[in-house]
């Protein structure tokens, strides 16, 4: 809460230019890629990890959900109940409501307090449903680590923008997402051996999950390490608590780079107390409906593959078992699309960058339908990975960085909790084309919106690399 003496230094207007601390935003800007930069990025995406394995795990444990007898693969109607979609649509339907409360949390409480909890949250809805023996209650619990999923998912990547200088916004994600991929390949890895056994008396797929639920021990850790955002902090017109995180920074970054800092640039006006109804006024409505248009086909086309992969290996005909090696080896190509990112994150514009990754997705998908050969389905699944992956860096941060940070939040959450109501349609639409359609129809529905999305963001994305955020949300 804002301390009288905090609240009285401001005035009673909704534009104001601060002259006693200096322009926040600038001296952040300024500041120079230390280690100090680079831990806090590698903590988030630390996060990032836990998030990503518990939100990716649905794929690699379906066939022990469905040897189990608790779910199966398809159903006779296209919404049933018993059928593996209905799981991983649980956990998109906790993820839309997830995205669209975080930023009125994030608003409220900060962006460190909402990190906390949401995480500690879906650790412990993870938990619990590692325990449940009916179809009802996995589905349940799915829901609601989904919720925490959400908010952690909005929180990162606002928090990360937000702290981040602007000339190394790009490789910030990247690093953040390499790290954060590598839970891909450790969830698929542990499923391949786990999900077929029943250590001491539990079935595999249990173990994956608790496993992943482990991260509620690395939270306080990260924590203690983070400090909030002092762009938060200037909206709330906590001037003070901005300004000694700013000078830490500043203190240290010196130290580090034994060097005094430039001089920050001109300082810019903060307005506060945006509104929600702000994204659909100009300059912002164009870009609200770009990312709800991206976020809709993105995710038709990103978990039509990721969610599905061993599901669709073993409709070309390979085992159960095989199917589950295969997906871990192409799992294991998950971080290089982030890596990918450190080179060209802040090299090219990052619109290009999704550009580019789309259509390798809609080439490389065609071939994978008509391949019949495990060493090319293997090949063409890397492909997909690291360009689905490659896009998902880009967008992270191209989706923060568009909208000015008094509204940053809201309009992150708004427009990614379309991608949640599409990834649970989603999963009940692939479950029906790949039935009426098999492989083949799957990826002609990939391709479909993945060339939505280049006509999106292609002709429609303005410009970001390399500039303030200020300066983008004008």
Known sequence: MR????????????TMTIATSGDVSARLDRLPATRTVWTIVALLGLAFFFELYDMLLSGYIAPGLVSSGLFTTTTAGLFGTQGIASFIAALFAG?????????????????????????????????AMAFQSSAMAINALRFCAGVGLGVEMITIDTFICELVP?????????????????????????????????????????????????????????????PESPRWLVQQGRLVEAEAIVAALERRIELESGASLPAPSAER?????????EMFRAPYRRRTIMMIVFNVFQTIGYF?????????????????????AYTAIIALAAPVGPMLGLAIGDRFERKWIIVAGAATVVSAGGLFAASASPVLLILLGIVLTVAGNTISFAYHAYQAEIFPTRIRAKAIGF??????????????????????GGVAGVFGFIAAAYIVVIGAIGVFGPATANRALEDIAA
């Open 269 to 277: 006006p903060v307005v506060r107390d945006g509104q929600f109804g």
């Open 415 to 436: 427009v990614y909790a379309f991608s949640r109501i599409s990834a649970m349609l989603n999963a009940f639409l692939i479950a029906f084309v790949l039935r009426q």
């Open 3 to 14: 301390s009288r003496s905090e609240s009285d230094v401001l005035p009673p207007l909704r």
């Open 166 to 226: 602007g000339h190394v916004r790009g490789r910030a994600i990247a690093l953040s997402q390499t790290i954060g991929f590598v839970a891909v390949p450790v969830v698929a890895l542990l499923s391949w051996i786990l999900v077929p056994l029943t250590p001491l008396g539990l079935e595999g797929w249990r173990w994956v999950v608790l496993i992943g639920a482990s991260s509620a021990v690395a939270v306080w850790y990260i924590r203690r390490r983070l």
């Open 95 to 127: 993820l839309t409501v997830g995205t669209m409360i975080a930023g009125a949390f994030n608003d409220r409480f900060g962006r460190r307090a909402v990190f906390t909890w949401a995480l500690l949250g879906y650790s412990a809805a993870s938990v």
């Open 304 to 324: 039509g593959f990721t969610n599905w992969v061993p599901t669709l290996l073993i409709e070309h005909g390979i085992p159960v078992t095989k199917s589950m």
